[in-house]
């Protein structure tokens, strides 16, 4: 299958600090795609370079056959990329329809119409969230607030979804329901690249796998269970036992 992103040889420096080097990947069309690594390995750099907000690389990113520079806000893409961050604060109790209704703004030029509030309440409807629809977003636990925001991107229709660590500082109920409404639009056709931080949710909704570590990207799915299992401790420096879960490997730390 024809990669819908394609990294060759990226390389980004903060200041003295190398950060990617020569980072080579593909990403397949209506996929999820997971990368793992330590904190500070360079994942969310790696994002904000293909999400367009970080320019000063060396390499190149393709999207869709078009270099990432050249694609430029408010012009004609190949293809429709949704960007959700892994923070996000307001102090405002806007109405949960509000706030899903600001991911209309680039399709109103002046005001929303009755399109864009029919779409949020259709986005609302498929992932079960309408009584939350007229409650304070701040009213919210860190679960729905997660699910609202990913509603939120999902009303702009992207073709590729980008999510940095969308499960982070979510309980157990609520890491498997956002991964389960992920995993549905996966299989609805929609591409979707995600940093994450526990292997074994990632092996347990993803399809393609990577692992950053020494500044580079490695691919997880040609490795058998012990190399696998190798380089999950190298990265993260803790031994693992590794298990089996109905063909899945999940592993879990080795205590001393």
Known sequence: ????????????????????????????????????????????????????????????????????????????????????????????????????????????????????????EHILDKFHLNHLKDKPYTSLSGGERQLV????????????????????HLDLHYQVAVLEVIRQLVNEGTTVLCVMHDPNLAFLFGDEFFVMRHHELVPVKSLEKDELKQLLEDTYQVPLVALDNRGVPMFAPQLK
Request: hydrophobic share 35%; aromatic share 10%; proline share 6%.
């Open 149 to 168: 925001l990913l509603c939120r991107v999902l009303v702009q229709k992207p073709d590729i979804l980008m999510l940095d660590e969308p499960t982070n």
């Open 1 to 120: 299958m024809k990669p819908i992103i394609r990294i060759e040889q990226l390389c980004f420096d903060y200041g003295k600090d190398q950060v990617l080097n020569h980072v080579n990947a593909q990403f397949p069309k209506g996929k999820l795609s997971v990368i793992l690594g330590r904190n500070g390995s360079g994942k969310s750099t790696l994002f904000k370079i293909i999400a367009g907000l970080e320019k000063n690389y060396k390499g190149n990113v393709w999207i869709s056959d078009k270099e990432r520079r050249k694609m430029k806000p408010g012009t004609s893409t190949p293809v429709r990329l949704g960007f959700l961050t892994q923070f996000h604060q307001t102090t405002f109790p806007f109405k949960v329809l509000d706030v899903v209704l600001t991911g209309r703004a680039s399709f109103s030029r002046f005001s929303p119409d009755q399109s864009d509030y029919a779409a949020v």
